[in-house]
């Protein structure tokens, strides 16, 4: 089992920057594959970014260029940074892992409660 827990949410002004934090404990977090998720009010989920147990990488187009995902298997935990923030940006972002390497919402076995990022214009 996996536990997850995100910090570093808040309010920024658009073109801002944030730093998510995922604190990971249980199974081995660097067997995992980890990533981050975000649910805008009134819409799906929908994902953000990936990176592998090999450090394999993969990028919403909405964020790319912008947010970088990172791990730190020393300290068990997951990051995002996120630059150049937009009031489109604003959700709840959930920090989740898989067993395997996958995109998908429905392929992560372990999720965090979320932490809320709200961008004002």
């Known amino acids: 089992q996996v536990q997850l827990a995100e910090s570093g949410g808040g309010l920024v002004q658009a073109g801002g920057s944030l730093r998510l934090s995922c604190g990971a404990s249980?199974?081995?977090?660097?067997?995992?594959?980890s990533a981050w998720f975000r649910q805008a009010p009134g819409k799906d989920r929908e994902f953000v970014a990936v990176?592998?147990?090999?450090?394999?990488?993969r990028y919403a187009d909405s964020v790319k260029g912008r947010f970088t995902i990172s791990r730190d298997n020393a300290e068990n935990t997951l990051y995002l940074q996120m630059n150049s923030l937009k009031p489109e940006d604003t959700a709840v972002y959930y920090c989740?892992?898989?067993?395997?390497?996958?995109?998908?919402?429905?392929?992560?076995?372990?999720w965090g409660e979320g932490t809320l990022v709200t961008v004002s214009s």
């Open positions: 249980g199974r081995a977090f660097s067997t995992l594959t």
């Open positions: 989740a892992a898989s067993r395997s390497f996958t995109t998908r919402d429905f392929g992560m076995d372990y």
């Open positions: 990176i592998g147990a090999s450090g394999l990488l």
